[in-house]
């Protein structure tokens, strides 16, 4: 049963800014609930192998983060849930939440015997579908909570069977249901965060065709130890060591035919990741970034610095103009350098497109008024002034300004409950 | 140099986009060029042929006051209008009317280069397109062809002779119009006061803008 008042704070996408909003108001004394689709916390951030510009493991921030939460009694956390209706006023709202059944209950141990039993895969959506996994699934290692889930596909096949065979502790419950809860809120904190521009949709570097190019966030699950090549950074078509990457920063940023923004995050994304083919491969590994200006955003500068002086990594001012593929799959870039005007085409064995940042909710139906500007961002509405944007859902940003959002929304939530205990006290 | 050029030239001294931005259809697009690259290679003709400067080049320079470079330059001519460069452009810079409108600018101050190909099939096109109000082909392909002297007009008219006679089988193309006027529209008068009225209309413009009005 959902404990929650008018007094109550709902924060929507438990990612790193949901977590970040929701633990800050616990931590001073509000009842919160926090709600997210996916069956795990940490949103995309959890599926980075690396933040800059520190190159340290987002795992640390991760664990530091669910050790607050589980020590705080105040957050109630629903995972596999969704907000589907939102009425009242800021101080009075009712929300609707749409939980989707896990199969699995609070007796999991993730001992993992389920998994082992059945079968079945299905696309692996926390290595963005490189990878497969099986029906019956811990979606990470450090997933919160630290219990395995059933896909429903499973459902009337042998392999649910097998699973609930294999449950050692009777955790497994296929007769769960979709439920609608309902509860009261006093403030909403909105962050639903962000998801990777289509990069389909640039047609001349032709992603989805040629399997030797991916996007960013793709690059990430490579590097990762815990991704689908064991953190082997190896080309899709044919296993092969990718020794020389190319990078194609603002695939889809800045630009009137896609996104209309400059998505921040992705110069310092591409130039992060150029250590990691340095790590990998050593004086072999060799990076190229096609860029149209390097963004480094922040105090970040040095961070480029380091980079341009690594000898392994070149850089050309060049905004790629299409890609082609010769006979060995290897992808070629074609376009012009600006510096001295000369064509090139040149291949490489793997191009990392760095795709930017578009909202979640963007072409979504956000079940309450809510602004948001051109590019789908939400805003700072004066006439609904008791839900609050923060991180990604807001604009597009790295992982140290989602979590400085995500408290100043926080702040701005305690500010509302505030005056409605005020008012009944 | 021409009249007009010298007069231009002095108008707007060193301020070369200022110039392009007044005086060339579009121009005041330039400044919106952010150097990306993706025009120059977008564009099907600068793999093969080459140009003098790509469009990307060819907009620094018009911002680096090179007016010289720019107005005596190939670049304009070689587009195909494809329009690939538009379409891809990120920041919808309209490059293909752009070039024409660089292009027009330096062919009305005298400085286009001389028997550039684009610029003879564009004089030659109109000119017979509007004469009779229809094209004439077969007087059409003749001043294409002898372009360049008679020897390499009759060696190039019997390169293309197969698809020629096929033209004509399938009666796409008459013989005799090489002598007569050829087919013409209805009313060949009303097409050319309409031509004579939109010219003064364009003239009349042109001459504004160069006036400064």
Sequence with gaps: MTVATNQTILVVGGGISGMTAALEAAETGKQVVLVEKNPWLGGRTAQLYRYFPKMCHPTCGLEINLRRLKANPRIQVYTLAEVTGINGVKGDYTVTVKQTPRYVNEKCT????????????????????????????????????????????????????????????????????EELLNFKAGAIVWATGWQPYDAKKITPYRYGEFANVITNVEFERLADPKGPTGGKILRPSDGKEARNVAFIQCAGSRDENHLRHCSRFCCMGSLKQTHYVQEAYGDAGK???????????????????????????????????????????????????????????????????????????????IPAEVMSDSSGFVMADPANAGIFGAGCATNALDVNRAVQSATAAALRAIQVVNKVARAEA | MSNMNEQMAAKYKNNFLKEIEEQAEMGDWVKMCMQCGVCSGSCPTNFHAGWDHPPQEIFMMIRAGKREEVLTSNSMWQCTSCYNC???????????????????????????????????????????????????????????YFKDG??????????????????????????????????????VDGIHKMLAKAKELEAKRKAGKAAGA
């Design chain 2, 150 to 187: 008679i020897g390499a007009g009759i060696k190039k008219a019997m390169e293309m002779k197969d698809v020629a006679l096929g033209l004509v089988k399938a009666k796409r193309l008459n013989i005799m119009e090489a002598l007569g006027g050829g087919h013409k529209c209805k009313d």
């Design chain 2, 86 to 144: 538009y379409v891809r452009c990120p920041r919808k810079v309209p490059i293909t009317h752009i070039m024409h409108g660089i292009a027009e600018y330096a062919y009305r101050l005298g400085l286009a280069p001389k028997m550039q190909p684009s610029l003879h099939l564009s004089q030659t096109f109109w000119n017979n397109a509007t004469k009779h109000g229809r094209v004439n082909e077969v007087q059409l392909t003749q001043s294409l």
């Design chain 1, 287 to 365: 990076s190229t970034i096609y860029y149209i200006d390097i963004r480094a955003i922040d105090r970040f500068e040095d961070f480029y610095q380091k980079v341009k002086a690594n000898p392994n990594v070149g850089f050309i001012k060049s905004k790629v103009a299409r890609i082609t593929q010769d006979k060995d799959q290897n992808p070629v870039l074609w376009g012009v350098n600006t510096e001295g005007y000369k064509r090139y085409s040149t291949p490489h064995d793997l191009v990392v497109l760095a795709v930017g940042m578009e909202p979640s909710v963007k072409g979504v139906e």
């Design chain 1, 110 to 177: 993730a001992c993992g015997d389920c998994a082992k039993a059945v079968d079945g895969e299905i696309d692996d959506a926390f290595n963005y579908n490189l990878g497969k996994t099986k029906v019956a699934y811990l979606p990470h290692v450090m997933s919160y909570p630290q219990r395995y889930v059933l896909d429903p596909s499973i459902k009337g096949t042998p392999d649910a069977d097998k699973a609930k065979a294999a449950c050692k502790v009777g955790a497994i419950d296929l007769d769960m249901q």
